[in-house]
């Protein structure tokens, strides 16, 4: 679990607010994802990224903005976000972005949006 | 559309028992990947099986893939309480943008 953490673990915002997620990387990957998961749904891939270029973005609204400053490191900005943004964010790294490498994930971010 | 579905979607057993979950899929993949996920944890991989592989084992779990069928299933064997868990199939799809697809994913539940 070390190989990708995640800050913080847990986070209570209310909807006017602006917070960020961390993301931190220590496989030597390329390639690392923000998926959320909400109860009784598969998990969703948000976005991917690419030796720090943004290579997808599954029609994620714009309250949600991510952030690749280096491929170790990735964000998730937040602001102005709905009740039913709620959930985990799990963050994941790979060593490529293609699907035949296996995904590591960190421990995830529980969201609860007030 | 939904890739991967597993079934059943929850699975209560009897430690020492095994367990066999499934998971089906609508198109042609590259591979199909299993992960298992502690309550409120990150999803941790288990074993990945290509779409050229019929079966694969790695200590008391055994996958196998039926792409005529485009299934494949996770048996666990000998289960114990520490198996209990959420278990999703992750498939990669072919194509020139091959990404994973998890599914809703299984709950295992191992009773002591």
């Known amino acids: 679990e070390t190989g990708v953490t995640q800050t913080p673990r847990h986070l209570v915002m209310g909807m006017t607010n602006k917070k960020s997620l961390k993301c931190e990387q220590h496989l030597g990957h390329n390639a690392m994802y923000w998926y959320k998961q909400s109860a009784k749904k598969p998990l969703e891939l948000m976005f991917v990224y690419n030796f720090k270029e943004q290579t997808e973005n599954n029609s994620v609204p714009s309250r949600f903005s991510p952030e690749c400053p280096n491929s170790s490191h990735l964000f998730l900005h937040l602001h102005t976000l709905q009740p039913e943004d709620s959930a985990l964010y799990l963050c994941?790294?790979?060593?490529?972005?293609?699907?035949?490498?296996?995904?590591?994930f960190g421990p995830g971010t529980r969201l609860t949006v007030t | 559309s939904q890739q991967g579905e597993e079934d059943p979607q929850a699975l209560s057993i009897q430690e020492g028992e095994n367990a066999t979950m499934n998971c089906s899929y609508k198109?042609?993949?590259?591979?199909l990947q299993w992960y298992r996920q502690n309550s409120g944890r990150g999803l941790v991989h288990l074993i990945l099986i290509r779409s050229n592989e019929r079966e694969k084992h790695s200590g008391r779990l055994r996958v196998t893939l039926d792409t005529s069928k485009k299934s494949s299933s996770l048996l666990i064997t000998a289960s114990r309480a520490a198996d209990t868990a959420s278990y999703f199939c992750?498939?990669?799809?072919?194509?020139?943008?091959?990404?994973?697809?998890f599914g809703k994913g299984i709950t295992l539940s191992v009773r002591p």
């Open positions: 198109t042609s993949i590259n591979n």
């Open positions: 994941a790294s790979s060593q490529d972005e293609e699907g035949r490498y296996e995904q590591y």
């Open positions: 992750a498939t990669d799809e072919t194509g020139a943008n091959s990404k994973l697809t």
